[in-house]
């Protein structure tokens, strides 16, 4: 279909979707003329992108054309709006016109129920590519498994906690990693044609615990080992994450161990009120997180929040954010 939308916060996935689509559908001798990247936050680029995708491909194959942080579906705008509607009719057969952002689509938006119609009409389709959330245990295991099952692996307990630990939600560097493990699983296969099982013995062999995670800076804190948190957190600021998404996931988790270790407190030994009040989906953790909140006061998890909230509110006015959590988190020591 000419017209793909694309969404989500895994950028590698959905660059991985469109060189795959250049690979089957563009001529390699006519690929440098055929394909066009083009940048939504520019105008001039933005007005081009409509203009390019007009023009039917050079020699053989499809023609692609790429607006990246597209605003059509996630900005109000009437002129945009009516430009796309009136071209979108003309856009030739062989032309692919390939809309990214990392955000959904607006459902408010007229933009985005003229979409919708499109899609109906299978003259539009929709994919989304979306990273689990840092703290979202569960949702980074259901992303591992549902990557290894690509790749025929299957992956055990204990080595998708190791793999986490090391991977977190780096689609890029999962998907390389497991290329190696399927590599090395092979090798040691008998039959070629069986499912490959990663344990956590070979896991370890493979995957290098060398990427700083929101899990071991969590057990940091709550083992006060402040120091040994800090330069975790400043590594993983330097590999690129986010302060305030860092921050938020320390403050989503910590919470949840602090409810739960009041409900400890109180005696309350209901499971399913528990979870709830934590937003847990899977009543096994609270059998872990109990057994690491045992020997911390509650008076210490309430004000790790406290200073983790003031760390927020530091990172929102523009501080530099290796200050700001140093300058907040040596006050625990």
């Known amino acids: 279909m000419p017209i793909q939308i694309l969404w989500g916060n895994d950028l590698n996935a959905q660059n991985t979707f469109i060189q795959k689509l250049i690979d089957k559908e563009v001529s390699k001798e006519w690929k440098e003329i055929n394909v066009t990247n083009l940048n939504g936050d520019d105008d001039v680029q933005l007005n081009k992108a409509f203009d390019e995708v007009l023009t039917p491909p050079f020699g053989d194959g499809h023609r692609i ?68 959330e840092i703290w979202d ?52 296969a008998s039959d070629s044609n069986s499912q490959l099982i990663l344990n956590s013995i070979d896991a370890k062999k493979i995957f290098s615990d060398q990427q700083s995670n929101i899990f071991k800076i969590i057990d940091l804190l709550l083992q006060k080992n402040i120091n040994e948190s800090l330069i975790e957190i400043s590594y993983s600021l330097q590999k690129g994450e986010h302060a305030l998404r860092l921050n938020a996931g320390l403050i989503s988790q910590i919470r949840i161990h602090t409810i739960i270790k009041l409900a400890v407190n109180s005696e309350n030994n209901n499971a399913e009120k528990i979870c709830n009040l934590a937003g847990i989906s899977n ?49 625990l020591s």
């Open 65 to 132: 054309v790429t607006l990246k942080n597209n605003p059509i579906f996630t900005v109000k705008n009437d002129n945009l709006r009516t430009k796309f509607e009136k071209i979108h009719e003309n856009i030739p057969q062989n032309t692919y016109f390939i809309l990214q952002n990392t955000k959904k689509p607006d459902s408010r938006l007229k933009s985005t129920k003229f979409l919708q119609n499109l899609i109906k009409n299978n003259l539009a389709t929709e994919n989304s590519f979306s990273l689990p």
């Open 137 to 188: 245990y569960e949702g980074q295991k259901r992303f591992l498994e549902n990557a290894a099952n690509e790749m025929n692996i299957k992956i055990d307990k204990n080595a998708a906690e190791l793999i986490i630990d090391s991977i977190g939600n780096d689609s890029f560097k999962l998907k390389n990693q497991l290329a190696k493990a399927k590599t090395y699983l092979s090798a040691l």
């Open 283 to 331: 009543p096994k953790r609270i059998f872990f997180i109990r057994k690491k909140v045992k020997n911390i006061s509650q008076e210490y998890l309430i004000t790790l929040i406290s200073n983790l909230l003031n760390i927020e509110s530091l990172l929102k006015k523009g501080n530099n954010p290796i200050n700001v959590f140093t300058e907040n988190l040596t006050k």
